[in-house]
């Protein structure tokens, strides 16, 4: 069994991690099989300012084709090279990431071909992106080209089954994996290094300060809910983004600057010491196609408020267990939400301890082992 994974960027650090995990469990299930990730670029040009941090390490065999943004990689560059790096590894499963990359769907047609079984990995939901039927109609085409798939939860599986893919074919349904080990760790040292500092409750944003993320509703919700009731809760958005500037002449003009904080952008592995310092994670998207910080807050053992647009909602929300949804076009379901919590406070420990019970089975270790049985069992059939 030799498998090939087609990668966009080596600066995905929670599919390192799933790599990483992939290729323990195949030497310890498989030791006779090979693996190897093929990287088309380092990363993405809007990350390129994202900063590593080089105590963590991931043991996965992988090959970067180009040393530089995947934005600046010409179509017949990826295509040569993913050929070339296909005929030179010889593999018996191919797992592309999406159809969106043509060079990426185009050796898939010719893995096909080849008798080499196909795996496609895929995120994408019905309602995190305004569809055409002549789009619709071109990737039903596609993805039933494909003999297996692998998708973050529910949302993304439905998207499929819609395009007329067999749910038999749906190997993984919980692909939407994070480094829950440096997460959970790094959370519980932050948590210990604060002590009694953490006093003020507090609802957390962290992500790109960017339209789609709907922070004004946000802010303005937290206007009238903080208005309206005694007790004393703050919000903290962690991120930077085109609307940052925006969003704090909003707070100003609602006189928030006390109670509303915009911390700035940090890398992934400092996202666990804000975490530490709150309470509750509020996701107000507007569109979403999972929403990996709903994974990291419930690592963390905290309750979620979650938009209902967000790919995360089905699979990892339950209301009134370990957290809420709302529309996130209604900013009063919003305020209903945030409300529960400032009047409930006693509510926030045993739902996030049931938010940690709830993302065990989205563990990389776990979703790893699975995705190792699908590729063997793939290679056995004729």
């Given amino acids: 069994m030799r498998i090939l994974i087609i990668h966009n960027q080596l600066w995905a650090h929670y599919k390192s991690r799933l790599f990483s995990e992939i290729y323990s469990s195949l030497k310890e299930k498989y030791p006779e099989s090979a693996f190897l ?71 898939m047609f010719y893995a096909r071909m080849r008798g080499v079984k196909v795996v496609l990995s895929s995120e994408s939901s019905s309602a995190d992106h305004n569809r055409s039927a002549l789009k619709e109609r071109l990737k039903r085409f596609i993805v039933n080209r494909a003999n297996a798939f692998f998708c973050f939860g529910k949302t993304s599986a439905q998207y499929l089954e819609s395009l007329g893919v067999n749910p038999a074919t749906i190997l993984v349904r919980n692909a939407a994996v994070i ?117 990291e807050a419930m690592t963390c053992g905290m309750p979620v408020l979650v938009s209902d647009k967000c790919g995360c909602a089905a699979d990892l929300v339950e209301p009134g ?11 009063s379901a919003l305020e209903e939400a945030m409300r529960f919590f400032m009047q409930n406070p006693d509510r926030i420990v045993p739902m996030g301890n049931e938010s940690m019970k ?25």
């Fill in 37 to 107: 990730v093929v990287q088309i670029a380092l990363y993405e040009a809007s990350r390129s300012a994202m900063q590593s941090d080089e105590s963590i390490v991931y043991d996965y065999p992988y090959q970067v084709l180009f040393s530089r943004s995947l934005d600046s990689v010409r179509f017949p560059e990826r295509l040569k090279s993913l050929f070339k790096a296909f005929h030179t590894y010889k593999p018996t499963v191919l797992n592309i990431t999406g159809y969106f990359d043509w060079a990426q769907v185009l050796l």
């Fill in 179 to 295: 480094d829950e080990e440096i997460i959970r760790t790094r959370y519980d040292l932050a948590k210990k290094q604060f002590g009694n500092e953490h006093l003020i409750r507090k609802f957390i944003f962290t992500g790109r300060l960017a339209p789609e993320k709907n922070l004004s509703l946000l802010i303005r919700a937290f206007y009238n809910v903080q208005h309206t009731d005694s007790g004393s809760w703050q919000l903290l958005l962690v991120g930077d983004g085109p609307e940052r500037d925006l969003l704090e002449n909003l707070t100003r003009s609602l006189n928030l600057a006390d109670k509303v904080t915009f911390a700035g952008g940090f890398p992934w592995y400092k996202v666990p010491e804000w975490l530490a310092k709150s309470d509750v994670l509020v996701l107000p998207s507007k569109s979403e196609p999972w929403g990996l910080v709903v994974n």
């Fill in 321 to 331: 267990k370990n957290g809420l949804t709302f529309d996130p076009e209604n900013q």
């Fill in 358 to 382: 709830m993302i065990a089975p989205f563990s990389s270790k776990h979703v790893a082992s699975r995705m190792a049985d699908c590729y063997k069992s793939l290679s056995r059939k004729g």
